[in-house]
């Protein structure tokens, strides 16, 4: 079963920088959309970046200018850029990707999630 595990996470400054990082694993055989979403104490989850296969993004309206999203298919793996980071940027943090994969009754393609990484930015 395909895992993702995600890293990067911390407690930043305001105005600050963090890279978040999400490496896909298991009986892979092609990964689709990738992605993050976020999720702060008594809010929803909420989409943060958005990358397809060929590379095209899209980003909420709240980290546009300041985000970047991209992906290393070799790797599979994605990446979160996030600058000029901002208190109300505080959440946990979750990676996803679309997924084709393996198991033992055949081949299926679904959504996969991490497990989560705390991105905590002070004023």
């Known amino acids: 079963q395909v895992q993702l595990v995600e890293s990067g996470g911390g407690l930043v400054q305001a105005g600050g920088s963090l890279r978040l990082s999400c490496a896909a694993s298991?009986?892979?055989?092609?990964?689709?959309?990738m992605g993050w979403y976020r999720q702060a104490p008594g809010k929803q989850r909420e989409l943060v970046a958005h990358i397809t296969t060929g590379g095209s993004t899209n980003y909420a309206d709240s980290v546009k200018g300041r985000f970047t999203i991209s992906r290393d298919n070799a790797k599979n793996t994605v990446y979160l850029q996030m600058n000029s980071l901002k208190p109300e940027d505080t959440a946990v943090y979750y990676c996803?990707?679309?997924?084709?994969?393996?198991?033992?009754?055949?081949?299926?393609?679904?959504?996969?999630w991490g497990q989560g990484t705390q991105v905590t930015v002070s004023s």
């Open positions: 298991g009986s892979i055989l092609s990964i689709n959309a």
């Open positions: 996803y990707c679309n997924v084709r994969e393996l198991t033992d009754v055949g081949r299926r393609t679904r959504d996969s």
